[in-house]
């Protein structure tokens, strides 16, 4: 066949990459399995498509003769009698051909496949995203002149500062409790409450902090064994006496 023309357009529909790419498309169509190609026959595809390669006018690579010089000489190997001293065998070299040919035909029907599946934006498509409610607020104050003026005289309140002023009562202190309980009691033999012992004051006030103050000092008292208290019953009335 002549050569081709330069400006003939050439097309590579097979996409091969190299040599064990067209290996394997030539153990192909042996129509058997992989494990059971004929070595020899594929040599001989092999070194019949170089030739016709030449006679189209295709650049062969350098891996495409390397191929061929190595499936040369595996094909004298098998043919010619084994040396013992060979390693490794002839057989085991067409069995590891063989053996690299299934893991490329594996790889292939993978990529094959991975690239017929259903593609996202192409064949299958993902659920919209929501795009929900919006919701819009206008706020609108109704007030009349009073509320205006409440809610000013609640907000100067809390802002104003505030002053505490203690105011000054009288009171009754706990030395002057002790001192009194202590010389009252003396002068009592029996249980005597202790309502007794408080001033006569008519101050309210005043009875209520002398009653405290009484208290606390009757149980100072009563811990130094100096009086005994004595209560039937809770929140019953509180009776004192002179310690015996």
Do not use: N
């Not at 009592?188 to 405290?212: C, H, K, N, Q, V």
Request: hydrophobic content about 50%; charged content about 25%; cysteine-free.
């Amino acid at each position: 066949m002549p050569p081709a023309d330069p400006d003939t357009l050439t097309l590579d529909l097979d996409g091969w990459e190299g040599p064990l790419d067209l290996l394997l498309a030539l153990a192909r169509t042996q129509k058997v399995d992989l494990k059971a190609i004929s070595i020899l026959d594929l040599v001989e595809q092999y070194l019949g498509f170089l030739d016709s390669a030449r006679a189209v006018r295709l650049e062969v690579a350098a891996d495409y003769l390397v191929m061929a010089a190595w499936l040369a000489y595996l094909k004298s190997a098998l043919l010619l009698p084994r040396d013992p001293l060979e390693t490794p065998s002839p057989e085991e070299l067409a069995l590891r051909l063989q053996l690299r040919l299934e893991r490329l035909d594996a790889m292939r029907e993978a990529g094959a496949r991975l690239v017929a599946r259903d593609r996202l934006g192409r064949d299958v498509f993902a659920r919209g995203a929501p795009e929900g409610l919006r919701t819009i607020r206008a706020t609108a104050w109704h007030a009349e002149l009073y509320d205006i003026l409440a809610a000013y005289g609640r907000i100067s309140a809390r802002t104003r500062p505030v002053m505490h002023i203690v105011a000054v009562r009288p009171v009754m202190t706990l030395e002057v409790a002790i001192e009194r309980i202590s010389r009252l009691v003396g002068a009592a033999i029996e249980w005597t409450a202790i309502e007794r012992f408080l001033p006569g004051e008519t101050d309210p006030g005043y009875r209520r902090s002398a009653l405290a103050s009484s208290f606390v000092a009757a149980l100072e008292l009563a811990r130094q064994g100096r009086i005994e208290m004595r209560q039937q019953a809770a929140f019953a009335p509180l009776y004192l006496r002179g310690a015996p």
